[in-house]
T-cell receptor
Framework: DTAVSQTPKYLVTQMGNDKSIKCEQN?????MYWYKQDSKKFLKIMFS???????INETVPNRFSPKSPDKAHLNLHINSLELGDSAVYFC???????????FGPGTRLTVL | GENVEQHPSTLSVQEGDSAVIKCTYS??????FPWYKQELGKRPQLIID?????GEKKDQRIAVTLNKTAKHFSLHITETQPEDSAVYFC??????????????FGTGTRLLVSP
């Protein structure tokens, strides 16, 4: 009965590799988000999708490509990984007309 | 764009004391102000929120106040307990109610409650 789930929980990879993180929500929400939390705990929005359409893109390098196959799923693909991409990535969801955002458990990405 | 400042960055209190965390925002059109608690290694979770048409909201030991004129809002935790120890984030939604909310987070406050 998990509300927002992410896979994998941990991801360790080499610089230059390509990796994907998957997110699913079973709350029936219309809007999903990706956030990045760096080592100083700063939480910053990267992308937001509403009903499979991109609505927020916060000056993220184009090595990051989100994809929403349906409104319950939002995946994040990262090309040519760099050391600075190491962080915890959180997926979240909310109703369009509501405000509370529900976060997934996070994916800790470590780039070596 | 919206900028949210949060103070203090760390706060240590004794069990039973009160804790206050303050945030200021820059976009006067912001109308939703949630507070999230993040325990070590866990996800951020909403603990209380307030909308711009309300000045104060309480939920048991937690309260939030909003001063729209000064563009600041505060989290108050009374009778703190060791399990309140966590990082607390304030946030604001800039640009008013578009239906597509972007949360801009403050920099976080690490609260430590000592027994």
């Amino acid at each position: 009965d998990t509300a927002v789930s992410q896979t994998p929980k941990y991801l360790v990879t080499q610089m230059g590799n390509d990796k994907s993180i998957k997110c699913e929500q079973n709350l029936g929400h219309d809007t999903m988000y990706w956030y990045k939390q760096d080592s100083k705990k700063f939480l910053k929005i990267m992308f937001s999708y509403n009903n499979k359409e991109l609505i927020i893109n916060e000056t993220v390098p184009n090595r990051f490509s989100p994809k929403s196959p349906d409104k319950a799923h939002l995946n994040l693909h990262i090309n040519s990984l760099e050391l600075g991409d190491s962080a915890v990535y959180f997926c979240a969801s909310s109703q369009v007309s509501g405000f509370e955002q529900f976060f997934g458990p996070g994916t800790r990405l470590t780039v070596l | 764009g919206e900028n949210v400042e949060q103070h203090p960055s760390t706060l240590s209190v004794q069990e039973g004391d009160s804790a206050v965390i303050k945030c200021t925002y820059s976009d006067s059109a912001s109308n939703y102000f949630p507070w999230y608690k993040q325990e070590l290694g866990k996800r951020p979770q909403l603990i209380i929120d307030i909308r711009s048409n309300v000045g104060e909201k309480k939920d048991q030991r937690i309260a939030v106040t909003l001063n729209k004129t000064a563009k600041h809002f505060s989290l108050h935790i009374t009778e703190t307990q060791p399990e309140d120890s966590a990082v607390y984030f304030c946030a604001a939604t800039p640009g008013g109610n578009t239906g597509f909310q972007k949360l801009v987070f403050g920099t976080g406050t690490r609260l430590l409650v000592s027994p």
